[in-house]
């Protein structure tokens, strides 16, 4: 795919709202990218949208998460702020002062992330780390039954508000890169491959909370071996050390050989092998990591049926679960390339 379709499509994905467990709206979007270039799209009962290339008797997996992190509706006060749990992992202080969209039984209702401003906050109050206790979502209510009116309810899911921005050069920022940008490199891969193996490209659910699609998909499809699509933090910015995380933005999709420490993951080493052999072939550009910490899908895909081989394929992001994550969208590009020409082949695990 070209950069500027690769673009298109990113920023289509990354605009589109769907919280884990709420992901039917990306889904949707998916279904209809991929139609043209697969023989079978189902919805199975997790919600994992599977879109099957048949072929042979020799399975490849291919997965990327449609889920991206962010809040539901707890309680509404006396007043008419909302106070919400969170849905995946924030860091606190990246919520203040963000504008959300609220999906509501009567559409999309916009607010504000507030909390009590710093010229009314004493010496000490400015020293505490900021508690979720703190934050409210404020909609311009001022009772709960205004906020009813508004279609909005106990367990309304709560997205943020912000939109896909082109930067300098190929870089692009936008909200839940991770993991549309994966979902972007496994939609191209569809497009652009060529294969005699039975494909299932899987767009999974609930992987932000516990890799759970991922999980019921791949016990249900049982394949020969998987490919987990993600994103990864690269350490070419400010204030992360080299050696934690060693991958750079602009020099390839990373193939995530280990993540252990943590009790990560242990990348299948002939799949590891495969993807950097038909990297070097074709002269695409590619990255290896080894971290200490963190997991994908390919994590859960690994432990069902007795043990399905899996491997991570990951793109640099920067400033990942925030709504200002980063790609470059060479790297998208060299990712589909690296999965197009892999599944063309056969990896040696019998």
Not at 86 to 113: A, D, T, Y
Not at 209 to 216: C, F, H, M
């Amino acid at each position: 795919m070209e950069i500027a379709e690769i673009s298109v499509l990113l920023q289509k994905l990354s605009n589109a709202h769907g919280i884990s467990g709420y992901e039917s709206p990306v889904a949707k979007i998916i279904k209809a990218e991929v139609a043209p270039y697969v023989d079978e799209i189902k919805t199975d009962k997790m919600g994992n949208l599977i879109a099957v290339k048949k072929g042979d008797d020799f399975s490849i997996m291919l997965a990327a998460h449609m889920d991206e992190i962010g809040l539901v509706v707890q309680y509404v006060d006396e007043h008419g702020f909302i106070r919400f749990v969170v849905v995946g992992g924030w860091f606190n202080p990246v919520l203040v002062s963000q504008r959300v969209f609220l999906h509501g039984e009567k559409g999309v209702i916009p607010g504000v992330l507030g909390m009590k401003p710093p010229h009314v906050m004493s010496d000490e109050d400015r020293k505490k780390p900021v508690s979720l206790a703190d934050i409210f979502i404020d909609v311009g209510a001022a009772s709960p039954e205004e906020v009813e009116a508004l279609g909005i309810v106990i367990g309304t899911p709560v997205t943020i508000d912000r939109e896909f921005t082109p930067l300098t050069g190929t870089c692009v920022t936008g909200k839940a890169f991770d993991n549309r940008a994966g979902c972007a490199m496994l939609i191209g891969t569809l497009r652009e491959m060529e294969t005699k193996h039975t494909i299932y490209a899987v767009f999974t659910v609930q992987e932000e909370v516990g890799l759970k699609g991922a999980k019921t998909s791949s016990f249900s499809l049982n394949p020969d071996v998987a490919i987990a699509t993600d994103v990864t933090i690269p350490g070419d910015s400010p204030g992360i050390e080299r050696h934690k995380a060693p991958a750079f933005m602009g020099k390839g999709p990373v193939v995530v050989a280990m993540s252990a420490s943590g009790r990560g993951h242990i990348a299948d080493p002939r799949l590891v092998l495969w993807l950097t052999k038909t990297a070097k072939k074709h002269d695409i550009p590619v990255q290896i990591e080894i971290g200490d910490s963190g997991n994908t899908d390919a994590s859960a895909i690994n432990f069902e049926r007795g043990g399905i081989p899996s491997v991570p394929v990951c793109i640099p992001a920067r400033y990942i679960h925030s709504p200002v994550e980063m790609v470059d969208l060479m790297d998208v590009q060299a990712g589909i390339a690296l999965l197009s020409k892999a599944v063309a082949t056969k990896p040696k695990i019998d």
